[in-house]
């Protein structure tokens, strides 16, 4: 009997073509827009992930900065920076840190091979690349010797080659190496060699990640900036490690250090990557069940249109109903009837949506230049979700053809 009264469904369908598409638009539209708004959120919500644990895994940032209180903000002068002594009392005092950091930034312009880049350049020691997952496309990192003395050599990220030497990454200078590396790079007033070349990281969070030049810090502090001062210090912890009883000791320590009296402001922050890595990520998470939401508002609407359309459906059909009933079909097979054609029109809209929605997501993602994550169960969610809409708006013209009266319908004109 349920293959019959499908059939029959069909048949009822396809018979009104244009009525029948009209009457599922809202459910395509609906379903096309939840699928699209949750697969984009999480797309962007992945790209976001992969962004901040570009800038290093376990990764605390201390930046010297004045908490602005009511009162204890210095008076006149910056808050002091950081000295490359402070790394070192991290790296011996505080347990669970596999290496700190210390970095001194500038921008510069740097000269080669006829073309000139505005850059900025990092000194640094070679516990840079380790806290920031950096990994080396061609060369080798600073030997001990060339950071104490601060030597003229650099490291050079893609962008940099590519500005100054040109050529794509698999491209090879004369002596066999890689484009630019072992050339002479001049940075402001002074030229160093290129020892290595840094692997892409693409867009960051703070713009190009691969626009740098990385030199000892000894050879920024002495040559580019001419102070001991630096600004950041990036503390990579140990895997597993717990980062609130570790930012407590090092803002300890810091405090210490820099002489705060206890009723004084810290005069430093300290980022968790990974705690911002979360807190964005459960951000994305809301908007995108925010607007996943308000995307589900059209499949209601379709659920009315699809009542209305089923009403007017029941009303044209109504002699066909009390023959029916007349030949002795029973009220549940009637009501099951009109109930599979709501249900077999939803569901269709549901299917049309989905396929929509693919094509929209993926062109969505690439217009974003984020991920397209295929999501079946928001998929598989939609498309259960429209065959309810279909059996909760359809139930009610479903009942109403189900209890005519046979002989008050066979007399309807």
């Known amino acids: 009997m349920l293959l019959s009264v499908f059939l029959l469904a069909l048949r009822s369908v396809r018979r009104n073509l244009l009525r029948s598409f009209l009457t599922i638009l809202g459910i395509v539209i609906g379903v096309a827009a939840v699928i699209t708004m949750v697969t984009l959120g999480q797309g962007a919500t992945q790209a976001i992930e992969a962004q901040i644990t570009s800038l290093g895994t376990n990764l605390l940032l201390v930046l010297p900065g004045q908490r602005r209180a009511g009162g204890g903000g210095g008076g006149g002068g910056g808050v002091p920076q950081f000295t490359e002594a402070d790394a070192d009392a991290i790296t011996a005092q505080i347990g669970g840190v596999v290496a700190v950091a210390p970095q001194g930034r500038a921008s510069v312009n740097v000269v080669a091979n006829g073309r000139n880049w505005a850059t900025s350049v990092t000194g640094s020691s070679n516990a840079f690349f380790e806290t920031g997952n950096w990994k080396l496309a061609a060369g080798r990192l600073f030997e001990p010797d060339e950071q104490r003395a601060g030597a003229a050599v650099c490291i050079i990220g893609e962008t940099v080659r590519r500005e100054i030497f040109g050529g794509s990454p698999a491209s090879t200078a004369a002596g066999g190496g890689p484009a630019g590396l072992g050339a002479q790079l001049r940075v402001k007033q002074f030229s160093c060699e290129v020892i290595g070349i840094l692997a892409a990281k693409g867009q960051g969070g703070m ?35 717990d980062s609130a009883p570790l930012k407590a000791s090092l803002t300890q320590l810091l405090r210490e250090r820099r002489k705060l009296a206890e009723d004084e402001d810290d005069n430093f922050n300290i980022f968790d990557t990974q705690q911002l890595a979360e807190t964005l990520s459960s951000t994305m998470g809301v908007l995108t069940s925010l607007l996943g939401a308000v995307a589900a508002v059209s499949l209601l609407v379709g659920g009315i249109g699809i009542m209305n359309i089923m009403l007017v459906s029941v009303t044209e059909r109504t002699r066909e109903i009390g023959l029916r009933l007349a030949v002795g079909a029973l009220e549940r097979e009637v009501l099951l009837q009109f109930l599979i054609e709501a249900v077999v029109l939803s569901a269709l809209g549901g299917v049309v949506g989905i396929v929509i929605a693919t094509g929209a997501s993926w062109a969505g993602a690439r217009l974003m230049a984020v991920p397209y994550v295929f999501d079946p169960s928001i998929n598989a969610l939609s498309l259960l979700f429209s065959a309810a809409i279909g059996v909760l708006f359809g139930y009610f013209p479903a009942r109403r053809a189900a209890r005519m009266d046979p002989i008050e319908a066979l007399r309807h004109e």
């Open 207 to 241: 713009g190009d990640q691969d626009d740098t030049v990385v030199v000892p810090l000894h050879t920024l502090q002495r040559r580019v900036t001419g102070s001991t001062k630096v600004n950041t210090l990036s503390v990579s912890m140990a895997d597993g490690a």
